[in-house]
């Protein structure tokens, strides 16, 4: 790939990046969450279809130019995204030769309706043996777990006939028994000259199976390593280089100067989690949270850290009335008193508020106006005999559209036709108005132009100086490092660490955010 360009509107994913893949090697790319990894493997795969990106692919010596994703798979490159592609009420086999069903007597008998199931069954056994799965190709998806499920995946992409193999966070869902087996497949893989990408932020992982590793940043590239080279005695030295090149940028003059709350009740606890405990909702074998103890006190800013999959907002989404997964174990104080979180009327009750990471799907009402979208989680404050007061309803609205320079010219704007930033300033608004003792922010910034983000970085300021307790995720280490007062780490939904901010640096956190644990 040489000098590949693609932008959205007002972003610029990509720029010149430059990727050389030799056959029969692993070939791993790191990069912090939005680098442009999976951009990138969507432009080689053909997600992103020629004409949409600048710039030139090579694959075995020779220009290509795919307008879809069965384009590039005819060529022999099979991309499996980490959300898996795969139909949970269709048979291994079904799903293995899904869109590529086996006639047996040519496509003429497909044209006419008929599969050769004989075949099929027969050819998707030959492949699970050759993945290592010993499922009966008639086993339905959803009676297997998503190690497995990664394994089908793959027999599915050799039913095409692969020559590059790429995986997007393989592993990401995997416990530490079925991460092993693939990555032995993958190995197994190259010595039958299956060339694999693997984009991962495990750098364990990267050092056991690949042969090179490039690093993207901000869209670009920054250097690529050969990483057979350094395992041994050096191989500690290739991991912090790795950790430099993914993060590595300037600070300053990004953040407002951290304020200070001096109120009687400073430095007192405003919220404690101890033990929570998460199973994944479909997959009851997963644990998405794993005994997780905090803390955040009055008038401070702590941040949680973690690379994609770790369980941040899994997190978040069940400390907030349990709105994601299945709850196991634990339990949640606010203010020195053990709080109902059940549901999420009771953990607004509790003093508790939740800026999603998603703000279009779960924060906001895109085709109501910003008057009611602010009003949302405060609706029992504004009525009167049983019926929301519309004038006090609109004074407030008003008052956070100046206060929070919301750019409308009236509160009756729809919020959909509103630019990211100003969205995510409703969503605030709607938050700061219900008064929460703690505020949770999930990548409150995402998506957002530098100067929104520093108007933004100022409102949670003002909470914390105010008060308030701020528990902040965020996938951007510098916002965690400009912003918070500690950080905890997670990787695999445990916390791996905590980091003062006198002794946070971008290579700390990283190495805590690669860290992984045995399970039990």
């Given at each position: 790939?040489?000098?590949?360009?693609?932008?959205?509107p007002?972003?610029?994913?990509l720029?010149?990046v430059?990727?050389?893949?030799?056959g029969?090697?692993?070939?791993?790319?790191?990069?912090?969450?939005?680098a442009?990894?999976s951009?990138?493997?969507?432009?080689?795969?053909?997600?992103?279809?020629?004409?949409?990106?600048?710039?030139?692919?090579?694959?075995?010596?020779?220009?290509?130019?795919?307008?879809?994703?069965?384009?590039s798979?005819?060529r022999?490159i099979?991309?499996i995204?980490?959300?898996?592609?795969?139909?949970?009420?269709l048979?291994i086999?079904e799903?293995?030769?899904l869109?590529?069903?086996?006639?047996?007597g040519?496509?003429?008998?497909?044209?006419?309706?008929?599969?050769?199931?004989?075949?099929t069954?027969r050819?998707?056994?030959?492949?699970?043996?050759?993945?290592?799965?010993?499922?009966?190709?008639?086993t339905?998806?959803?009676?297997?777990?998503?190690?497995?499920?990664?394994?089908?995946?793959?027999?599915k992409?050799?039913a095409?006939?692969?020559?590059?193999?790429?995986?997007?966070?393989?592993?990401?869902a995997?416990?530490?028994?079925?991460?092993?087996?693939?990555l032995?497949?993958?190995?197994?893989?190259r010595?039958?000259?299956i060339?694999?990408?693997?984009i991962?932020?495990?750098?364990g992982?990267?050092?056991?199976i690949?042969?090179?590793?490039?690093v993207?940043?901000?869209?670009?590239?920054?250097?690529?390593?050969?990483?057979?080279?350094?395992i041994g005695?050096?191989?500690?030295?290739?991991?912090?280089?790795?950790?430099?090149?993914?993060?590595g940028?300037?600070?300053?003059?990004?953040?407002?100067?951290?304020?200070?709350?001096r109120g009687?009740?400073?430095?007192?606890?405003a919220?404690?989690?101890?033990?929570?405990?998460?199973?994944?909702?479909?997959?009851?074998?997963?644990?998405?949270?794993?005994?997780?103890?905090?803390?955040?006190?009055?008038?401070?800013?702590?941040?949680?850290?973690?690379?994609?999959?770790?369980?941040?907002?899994?997190?978040?989404?069940?400390?907030?009335?349990?709105?994601?997964?299945r709850y196991?174990?634990?339990?949640?104080e606010?203010?020195g008193?053990?709080?109902d979180?059940?549901?999420?009327?009771?953990?607004i009750?509790?003093?508790?508020?939740?800026v999603?990471?998603?703000?279009?799907?779960?924060?906001?009402?895109?085709i109501?106006?910003?008057?009611?979208?602010?009003?949302?989680a405060s609706?029992?404050?504004m009525?009167?005999r049983g019926?929301v007061?519309?004038?006090?309803e609109?004074?407030?609205?008003?008052?956070?559209?100046?206060?929070m320079?919301?750019?409308?010219?009236?509160?009756f704007?729809?919020?959909g036709r509103?630019?990211?930033?100003?969205?995510?300033?409703?969503?605030?608004?709607?938050?700061?108005?219900?008064?929460?003792?703690?505020?949770?922010?999930?990548?409150?910034?995402?998506?957002?132009?530098v100067?929104?983000?520093?108007e933004?970085?100022?409102?949670i300021d003002?909470l914390?100086?105010?008060?308030?307790?701020?528990?902040?995720?965020?996938?951007?280490?510098?916002?965690?490092?400009g912003?918070?007062?500690?950080?905890?780490?997670?990787a695999?939904?445990?916390?791996?660490?905590e980091?003062?901010?006198?002794?946070?640096?971008?290579?700390?956190l990283?190495?805590?955010?690669?860290?992984?644990?045995?399970?039990?």
């Amino acid at each position: 790939m040489r000098g590949i360009t693609k932008t959205f509107p007002g972003v610029t994913a990509l720029s010149e990046v430059s990727l050389t893949v030799r056959g029969a090697e692993i070939h791993a790319i790191c990069g912090e969450n939005g680098a442009g990894k999976s951009t990138l493997m969507k432009v080689l795969s053909g997600v992103h279809p020629h004409g949409s990106y600048e710039g030139e692919i090579l694959f075995e010596g020779e220009p290509v130019a795919f307008r879809d994703i069965r384009a590039s798979e005819q060529r022999g490159i099979v991309i499996i995204h980490q959300e898996l592609a795969l139909v949970p009420h269709l048979s291994i086999a079904e799903n293995i030769f899904l869109g590529n069903e086996q006639t047996g007597g040519g496509r003429r008998l497909l044209k006419r309706g008929f599969v050769d199931w004989n075949d099929t069954l027969r050819r998707a056994g030959v492949l699970l043996k050759r993945v290592g799965l010993p499922d009966k190709p008639q086993t339905p998806i959803a009676d297997i777990g998503v190690g497995k499920q990664q394994l089908v995946e793959i027999a599915k992409a050799l039913a095409k006939e692969v020559r590059l193999l790429i995986l997007d966070e393989p592993t990401a869902a995997l416990n530490d028994e079925d991460s092993a087996k693939l990555l032995d497949l993958i190995l197994e893989l190259r010595e039958q000259g299956i060339a694999c990408i693997v984009i991962s932020h495990k750098l364990g992982e990267i050092r056991r199976i690949a042969d090179t590793v490039t690093v993207l940043r901000d869209g670009r590239t920054i250097e690529s390593l050969t990483v057979r080279q350094s395992i041994g005695s050096a191989a500690e030295l290739a991991e912090d280089r790795i950790i430099r090149s993914m993060v590595g940028r300037d600070l300053d003059h990004r953040f407002p100067e951290r304020s200070t709350y001096r109120g009687e009740d400073a430095g007192s606890t405003a919220l404690a989690v101890s033990g929570w405990t998460v199973r994944h909702p479909v997959d009851q074998q997963r644990l998405v949270v794993d005994d997780i103890s905090l803390t955040v006190r009055r008038g401070e800013i702590v941040g949680i850290a973690g690379l994609m999959g770790a369980g941040r907002t899994e997190l978040a989404m069940s400390v907030f009335g349990r709105s994601y997964g299945r709850y196991v174990a634990g339990r949640v104080e606010v203010g020195g008193r053990e709080a109902d979180v059940r549901t999420v009327p009771a953990a607004i009750g509790a003093g508790l508020a939740y800026v999603t990471e998603d703000r279009k799907q779960y924060g906001l009402n895109l085709i109501d106006n910003i008057n009611r979208n602010i009003s949302l989680a405060s609706l029992p404050g504004m009525r009167r005999r049983g019926v929301v007061d519309e004038h006090h309803e609109r004074q407030v609205a008003e008052g956070y559209r100046r206060s929070m320079n919301i750019k409308s010219p009236t509160v009756f704007e729809q919020v959909g036709r509103l630019s990211g930033g100003n969205q995510q300033k409703v969503v605030l608004s709607r938050w700061i108005h219900a008064d929460p003792e703690v505020l949770i922010l999930d990548e409150p910034t995402r998506g957002i132009d530098v100067g929104a983000k520093f108007e933004i970085y100022t409102v949670i300021d003002r909470l914390a100086a105010a008060g308030k307790a701020v528990l902040f995720i965020s996938s951007e280490l510098p916002e965690l490092l400009g912003m918070c007062d500690r950080i905890y780490t997670m990787a695999e939904g445990r916390l791996t660490g905590e980091v003062s901010r006198a002794d946070a640096t971008q290579e700390t956190l990283m190495r805590h955010m690669t860290q992984t644990k045995n399970r039990s």
